[in-house]
């Protein structure tokens, strides 16, 4: 099937999750994500939106952690990824998600792992984002370990991913770790 079709299948299947399905995945989806950085440095994490996999309260848990965090902020047709310390950091940004309020870039090398949004995924750890090719032109750049946050509703059949697409080392959902 047509990635963009699988795609469509993905979000409608997020979106169609009950609040409370929400509420106890997103906490099991944190717990195995904890367990992947508890010994990081520099962890790349997007800021979620309210029908991803919630990142707000691993975020928070990094800064108690004293780990370094950096969160993407859109420029032009990349993004960049921008240290922050609080939430205070950040303001509505581009595709109406919160973005730093600072402009200066962390080198992608950097970065000990990136976590990062997955709209679909299929069992070869193929990831389905957004289809704007932001997360897989910086991903190119890293050699950091790419773990990506997933609902288990979200997996989809496999898929022939396109040259440009980055594969993710690890996917977690509530259920188990790909």
């Keep these: 099937m047509e990635k963009n079709r699988l795609r469509e299948i993905a979000l409608t299947k997020r979106k169609s999750l009950n609040p409370e399905l929400r509420k106890e995945s997103n906490l099991m989806i944190q717990k195995h994500a904890y367990e992947k950085i508890r010994d990081k440095r520099l962890v790349g994490i997007y800021v979620s939106k309210p029908d991803e996999v919630c990142t707000h309260d691993l975020i928070e848990w990094c800064f108690n952690a004293k780990i370094r965090v950096a969160v993407p902020k859109v420029n032009g047709k990349k993004i960049d990824f921008i240290e922050i310390h609080s939430f205070n950091d950040l ?28 709209v679909g995924f299929d069992a070869l750890r193929h990831r389905i984002g957004y289809g704007g090719g932001y997360y897989d032109s910086a991903l190119d750049k890293t050699n950091c370990e790419k773990i990506g946050l997933a609902y288990a509703v979200t997996q989809v059949e496999n898929f022939l991913s396109d040259p440009h697409d980055i594969n993710m080392d690890v996917i977690l959902t509530e259920y188990t770790e790909f």
Excluded: H, Q, R, W
């Design 91 to 118: 303001k509505k940004g581009t595709f109406g998600v919160l973005e730093p309020v600072s402009n200066e870039a962390v080198d992608l090398k950097e970065f000990d792992c990136m976590i990062v949004p997955v």
